[in-house]
């Protein structure tokens, strides 16, 4: 059965900084591009950023470009989201999510039930 | 990028009547590969999102035949035969073709 399971969330000041983790377990890790997506309360959902099944190849959305990188270690099945120079605007849920292709996502067919980023002062 | 349209916002239906969604993309979403990444996701209240339908129109594992999804190019659509009290949630459409990765606005299916 595959899990994926978020952590590292919590209360952020602005400016300040969080790492978020996903523990991986059910299926072969490297083999699958892995993602993050965020959805602010009440809002809809928000691609933030994935990493090819090597970890190779990173892509980010333009909000957290340069202040969000995405890393994962295969040997222990685990994604990680570092989270600097936070913004209140980065206050969301964050969900940990698989993708069905190696290198590209194509698709997302499992999520994490998501770890809640508040920036506030 | 790409920009996915959702209509409509909210439907309300009665249960065991049928409800569609629509999901409009701003370009093709047909890969080079060939396959066209479309899915369609739920978000029940409180919850995770979920895979309902990927490439179009193919059901993930355990997603009850009621869900069926259809389109080509830029335009697609999400169909539940007859809606259930579960069913009620949030619907997204989403494209995997290209980065970014793009999500539709969201349509919430509630009951009358």
């Known amino acids: 059965e595959v899990q994926l399971l978020e952590s590292g969330g919590g209360l952020g000041q602005p400016g300040g900084s969080l790492r978020l983790s996903c523990a991986a377990s059910?299926?072969?890790?490297?083999?699958?591009?892995m993602s993050w997506v965020r959805q602010a309360p009440g809002k809809g959902l928000e691609w933030v950023s994935s990493?090819?099944?090597?970890?190779?190849?990173?892509y980010f959305a333009d909000s957290v470009e340069g202040r969000f990188p995405i890393s994962r270690d295969n040997s222990k099945n685990t994604l990680w989201l570092q989270m600097n120079s936070l913004r209140a605007e980065d206050t969301a849920i964050y969900y940990c999510?698989?993708?069905?292709?190696?290198?590209?996502?194509?698709?997302?067919?499992?999520w994490g039930r998501g770890t809640l980023v508040t920036v506030s002062s | 990028d790409i920009v996915m349209t959702q209509t409509p916002l909210s439907s309300p239906v009665t249960l065991g009547q049928p409800a569609s969604i629509s999901c409009r993309s701003s370009?093709?979403?047909?890969?080079?590969?060939?396959?066209?990444?479309l899915s369609w996701l739920q978000q029940r209240p409180g919850q995770p999102p979920r895979l309902l339908i990927y490439?179009?129109?193919n059901r993930f594992s355990g997603v009850p035949d009621r869900f069926s999804g259809s389109g080509a190019g830029t335009d697609f659509t999400l169909k539940i035969s007859r809606v259930e009290a579960e069913d009620v949630g949030v619907y997204y459409c989403m494209q995997g073709t290209q980065f970014p990765l793009t999500f539709g606005g969201g349509t919430k299916v509630e009951i009358k």
């Open positions: 490439k179009i129109s």
């Open positions: 990493i090819s099944g090597s970890g190779a190849i990173t």
């Open positions: 999510a698989k993708g069905y292709c190696t290198t590209g996502v194509c698709f997302f067919d499992y």
């Open positions: 059910g299926f072969t890790f490297s083999n699958y591009a």
């Open positions: 370009q093709s979403l047909v890969h080079s590969d060939g396959n066209t990444y």
